[in-house]
């Protein structure tokens, strides 16, 4: 059996690489074309962003000839004819790049729940393969996008590298090897500040070289929420309390922190999903096994933990978009997905007020001034109400809302032209009837 760089250099060699579209060429998605124009079998032949020269830029920036990139917005033949003649097309048209019939597979890195909603629907039903680095919008519709992607015969995956799939690629190496899986969870480096927005975070932002925006989303925890809301509804891990316990945790310590009280632990009980302050960028998954000899083999190989009868499989980096040409590559040759929701949703992001909010007031964005997200279980937001965060976005106020409160259906005028307000209505059929 061949290695993944082995066959990526034989499909190269053989038929050309695979030809991937992106949409969304800012922070994440230059990184990802950057890293795939160092790999063979794969090319980023098709980037699209609404901003005026990102899109070329990107391509700039990862390395690419100036003068192999061309800007289409309209004309889908000689788009393809571009494309195979290896050439690049820049475009501002998500729509018109999903289109472009000799596309392989698309990428959506937005970070926008509405415009994820558009892409991946689009690509779906397109009959193209749809690699998801949009997880915002996988938490809010990743259920039906899941289903509707193998009811066409197509892939739908979110991706390795970001926190949910490293997580499930421990997860289904523990799974497959027998051992229960007790806990799932990731580490958080930034300090959890709820208020946090653009304006109060701008200076460490620009320190970063990030988006205030994104880094907003990052230091209020909704971040956090949408991907343990993500690899939660994959696998069917809840969270025990609303938001997650969230700890101060050294990585030496989780099966001693992430384990049920009876063993020393925080938890009531096994299979929840939360997050840990400190271990961060990592990710883990807990585990157990009641075998005397895999016992005595795990605490002789020195695997942290095993006093209590549990132990922690631990993974200290993450390498997000740069990772995320592993699940491209698994697409595209073997229709095989880092992880989507298959199973019905037990996990939700709640979007819950970041300031008192007043009728009239609308909501922003993700890591604005409105809102911030929050993980529940399913059951709960469903028997209370409460509105999916990613559904929220462009909705208007309707009844005052107090800070730290989850805003409830009847309390706001959602955007029902938004496609993700329709599917999600949609998926809720599916799962509620």
Not at 10 to 20: L, M, Q, S, Y
Not at 345 to 369: H, N, R, S
Not at 400 to 410: L, N, S, T
């Amino acid at each position: 059996m061949s290695t993944l760089k082995e066959r990526l250099i034989a499909r190269e060699e053989k038929d050309g690489p695979f030809r991937i579209g992106l949409v969304g060429a800012g922070q994440m998605g230059t990184g990802l074309i950057s890293q795939v124009e160092k790999m063979h079998g794969l090319k980023i032949v098709a980037v699209s962003d609404v901003m005026p020269t990102r899109a070329y830029d990107a391509y700039i920036e990862s390395g690419v000839d100036a003068n192999k990139i061309h800007w289409e917005e309209d004309n889908l033949e000689k788009a393809n004819q571009l494309i195979l003649d290896g050439q690049r097309v820049a475009t501002h048209s998500s729509d018109f790049l999903v289109k472009i019939k000799e596309l392989d597979a698309i990428v959506e890195c937005t970070g926008i729940p509405n415009v994820g909603a558009v892409v991946c629907n689009q690509a779906i039903e397109s009959g193209k393969a749809i690699i998801n680095m949009n997880v915002e919008t996988d938490a809010t519709i990743g259920y039906y996008l899941t289903q509707k992607a193998i009811s066409r015969d197509v892939v739908y995956s979110l991706i390795a590298g970001d926190e949910p799939g490293s997580i499930k690629e421990l997860y289904d190496w523990a799974d497959a090897l027998g051992f229960e899986i007790a806990m799932i969870g990731k580490g958080k480096n930034n300090p959890l500040d709820r208020t946090g927005n653009p304006t109060t975070l701008a200076e460490r932002a620009k320190a970063k070289n990030m988006s205030p925006k994104m880094l907003a989303s990052f230091v209020d925890g909704t971040k956090t929420m949408v991907e343990m809301t993500s690899i939660g509804n994959a696998v069917g891990f809840v969270p025990e309390v609303r938001g997650g316990h969230g700890p101060a945790c050294d990585w030496r310590d989780l099966a001693k922190v992430f384990v049920p009280k009876e063993a020393g632990g925080i938890f009531s009980g096994k299979g929840f999903v939360d997050y840990a302050v400190g271990p961060a960028p990592g990710v883990f998954v807990i585990i157990t096994t009641d075998q005397p000899k895999i016992i005595a083999d795990l605490n002789y190989l020195g695997l942290s933990g095993g006093k209590n009868g549990y132990w922690s499989l631990y993974r200290p980096y993450h390498l997000a978009n740069l990772e995320s040409p592993i699940t491209i590559a698994n697409v595209v040759m073997d229709r095989r997905e880092t992880l989507n929701t298959k199973i019905k949703p037990v996990c939700e992001t709640l979007a819950v007020a970041k300031k008192d909010l007043q009728p009239g007031d609308t909501i922003d964005a993700l890591g604005g001034y409105t809102i911030y997200g929050m993980i529940e279980k399913a059951a709960i937001a469903r028997q209370e109400n409460l509105v999916p965060m990613g559904c929220a976005v462009g909705g208007v106020l309707t009844k005052p809302v107090k800070q730290g409160e989850a805003i409830r259906y009847d309390q706001i005028q959602l955007r029902e032209e938004d496609l993700i307000v329709q599917l999600r209505r949609e998926q809720d059929r599916m799962v509620w009837g």
